[in-house]
């Protein structure tokens, strides 16, 4: 199993930033890594992923606002969010997936990003 820590959550006010990092246990070749959101009463959905090969998907809710980065030699995987609106809030979740005979995946605990005046 793969542990994933986040970190850098919190509270923004409307038009400001913040970056989220998460922190793999294990240092695994993953195919997919990730992060998604949920807010009180609506499914969990994605944000953004970006697989190994470098290519990038974002919710078009956050198309050219957040960015995706990933380090495949730290095992972390990153979100920076700017211009942030109160419909961000929501609880961000890292995930990420890998092959080991079969499909596998593993998700991070969650942290809280509130953005509210």
């Known amino acids: 199993q793969v542990e994933l820590v986040e970190s850098g959550g919190g509270l923004v006010q409307p038009g400001g930033s913040l970056r989220l990092s998460c922190a793999a246990s294990?240092?695994?070749?993953?195919?997919?890594m990730g992060w998604y959101r949920q807010a009180p009463g609506t499914q969990r959905e994605l944000v953004a992923h970006v697989f190994r090969d470098g290519s990038e998907n974002y919710a078009d809710s956050v198309k050219g606002r957040f960015t995706i980065s990933r380090d495949n030699l730290e095992n972390t995987v990153s979100l920076q969010m700017n211009s942030l609106k109160p419909e961000d809030t929501a609880v961000y979740f890292c995930?990420?997936?890998?092959?080991?005979?079969?499909?596998?995946?593993?998700w991070g605990r969650g942290t809280q990003v509130t953005v509210s005046s």
């Open positions: 995930n990420v997936g890998w092959w080991s005979g079969h499909e596998r995946e593993s």
């Open positions: 294990r240092s695994i070749s993953f195919i997919v």
